[in-house]
T-cell receptor, first 116, second 116 residues
Framework: DAGVTQSPTHLIKTRGQQVTLRCSPKSGHDTVSWYQQALGQGPQFIFQYYEEEERQRGNFPDRFSGHQFPNYSSELNVNALLLGDSALYLCASSNPQTRYTRDTQYFGPGTRLTVL | AQSVTQPDIHITVSEGASLELRCNYS??????LFWYVQSPGQGLQLLLK??????LVQGIKGFEAEFKRSQSSFNLRKPSVHWSDAAEYFC??????????????FGKGTHLIIQP
């Protein structure tokens, strides 16, 4: 059973550019969350997608946007990159078996983004 | 809004000694709580979780954690550490809004060093 996968592993961009990161959830999971982890910090919640819609959003500017596809995979897009966007971007998937079940998020290995 | 405090940035423990990592949370309702471990350059691996019921929860790799509502704490323990336990440990709290798991709020992490 494949876990959460992310691509690419590493990425180097320059300020002002745009980037797209990809995530495939764990088999059977339909909800994808994205987190940003700066060096030496804990992950910070960016947003969550469920049924191809953004269900919840953390305190991030609208330069950060996302998408979820019918097969539940997801993309994170960041526009107008800043030096401060350099971080490990983590994707997590979960599967609420019913609308009223608390569930667990399983994380992928992350994408390391460096902005020069 | 919820928050998590991990008071210890670094902890050094001798191999074979016992371990306790502290976690305090702030949340207005009954939280659900997690401990994750992260090895260098890796994603997050779930150690254990608390949703409800028994306040002492068992996890993988011999870890356990105790939920104490009166102290707003969820400390992680292990009776005897191994060199392979050296890693970054994150405590996280989650909310629940009826549509599934909300984004998690993480602490800043505790870096565990194992001395031979």
């Amino acid at each position: 059973d494949a876990g959460v996968t992310q691509s690419p592993t590493h990425l180097i961009k320059t300020r002002g550019q745009q980037v797209t990161l990809r995530c495939s959830p764990k088999s059977g999971h339909d909800t994808v969350s994205w987190y940003q982890q700066a060096l030496g910090q804990g992950p910070q919640f960016i947003f969550q997608y469920y049924e191809e819609e953004e269900r919840q959003r953390g305190n991030f500017p609208d330069r950060f946007s996302g998408h979820q596809f019918p097969n539940y995979s997801s993309e994170l897009n960041v526009n107008a990159l800043l030096l401060g966007d350099s971080a490990l971007y983590l994707c997590a998937s979960s599967n609420p078996q019913t609308r009223y079940t608390r569930d667990t998020q399983y994380f992928g290995p992350g994408t390391r983004l460096t902005v020069l | 809004a919820q928050s998590v405090t991990q008071p210890d940035i670094h902890i050094t423990v001798s191999e074979g000694a016992s371990l306790e990592l502290r976690c305090n949370y702030s949340y207005g309702a009954t939280p659900y709580l997690f401990w994750y471990v992260q090895s260098p350059g890796q994603g997050l691996q779930l150690l254990l979780k608390y949703f409800s019921g028994d306040t002492l929860v068992q996890g993988i790799k011999g870890f356990e954690a105790e939920f104490k509502r009166s102290q707003s704490s969820f400390n992680l323990r292990k009776p005897s550490v191994h060199w392979s336990d050296a890693a970054e440990y994150f405590c996280a709290v989650g909310a629940y809004s009826g549509g599934g798991a909300d984004g998690l709020t993480f602490g800043k992490g505790t870096h565990l060093i194992i001395q031979p």
